[in-house]
C-alpha cells in the first residue's frame, strides 16, 4: 500500500539557520507533491506544490525539493524564525475520478527557538 | 474571496449519542469538498468527498456518514458514535479544475467520545 514517512520527532533548531524536513514515499508514483503548515488546533495551511519534472520550487525563505528516483521530498526554511514554529505536513496528490485527492504524511513538528 | 466555515469547534458526547457536523463555503461555486480526520500522530485521513450535490464518495467503511443537501454544504453524521471516533474533524474544499489544486482547509471540530 502506499505509504508516506515523515520524520516522528520535533525538530529543534536555533533562530537564523536552515531548517530541513523529510518527506520520504514508497509504492507510489505521484505526479504532484504538496506541503502544509499546520499550527495547533487548526486546520492545514498550503505552502508549496511541486510537480515531478521539477526539482526545486522555491517561495519566499521556503524551498522544496523532488526526488522522484529516491522517493523523497525536502522541505527548507532559511533563517528561520520562532513564527516558524509549526506542524509541517507533506502530501502525495492523486487525480482520479475527478477529484483531487491527497494522501497525507503525519507531519513533522518545528520548533525555533530564539 | 473565499471563506470556509466548520462548526462547532469543540464537541464532547457521550458513546451511542448521534453526531452532525456542519461546514458550508462561500465565495465559490461547485466545489469539490472533502471531510478528513486527523488522530494525534497521524496523518490526515480522508473520510468523504464530494463533487456535486447529492454525490458523496466514501473512502473508508466506518460509523460515519456524510451529505452534501447544498452546492456549498457538507455535513459529517453519525446515528451511534463509538469511543473510536474522536479526533480532529476537518473539512475541506478545492475547486476541482485540475490535477494541481490546492485544499483550502476548515479550522477544524476537535470530537471527545466518552
Known amino acids: 500500500s502506499q505509504k508516506i514517512e515523515q520524520n516522528s520527532e520535533a525538530l529543534n533548531i536555533q533562530e537564523g539557520k536552515t531548517a530541513t524536513l523529510t518527506c520520504n514515499y514508497t509504492?507510489?508514483?505521484?505526479?504532484?507533491l504538496q506541503w502544509y503548515r499546520q499550527d495547533p488546533g487548526r486546520g492545514p495551511v498550503f505552502l508549496l506544490l511541486?510537480?515531478?519534472?521539477?526539482k526545486e520550487k522555491r517561495k519566499e525563505r521556503l524551498k522544496v525539493t523532488f526526488d522522484t528516483t529516491l522517493k523523497q521530498s525536502l522541505f527548507h526554511i532559511t533563517a528561520s524564525q520562532p513564527a516558524d514554529s509549526a506542524t509541517y505536513l507533506c502530501?502525495?496528490?492523486?487525480?482520479?475520478?475527478?477529484?483531487?485527492?491527497?494522501?497525507f504524511g503525519a507531519g513533522t513538528r518545528l520548533a525555533v527557538h530564539p | 474571496s473565499q471563506t470556509i466555515h466548520q462548526w462547532p469547534a469543540t464537541l464532547v458526547q457521550p458513546v451511542g449519542s448521534p453526531l452532525s457536523l456542519e461546514c458550508t463555503v462561500e465565495g465559490t461555486s461547485n466545489p469539490n469538498l472533502y471531510w478528513y480526520r486527523q488522530a494525534a500522530g497521524r496523518g490526515l485521513q480522508l473520510l468523504f468527498y464530494?463533487?456535486?450535490?447529492?454525490?458523496i464518495s466514501s473512502e473508508v467503511p466506518q460509523n460515519l456518514s456524510a451529505s452534501r443537501p447544498q452546492d456549498r454544504q457538507f455535513i459529517l453524521s453519525s446515528k451511534k458514535l463509538l469511543l473510536s471516533d474522536s479526533g480532529f474533524y476537518l473539512c475541506a474544499w478545492s475547486t476541482g479544475q485540475g490535477a494541481n489544486e490546492k485544499l483550502f482547509f476548515g479550522s477544524g471540530t476537535q470530537l471527545s467520545v466518552l
Open positions: 502530501a502525495l496528490d492523486t487525480f482520479s475520478g475527478g477529484y483531487n485527492k491527497l494522501i
Open positions: 511541486i510537480r515531478e519534472n521539477e
Open positions: 464530494s463533487v456535486g450535490i447529492g454525490q
Open positions: 509504492n507510489y508514483s505521484p505526479a504532484y
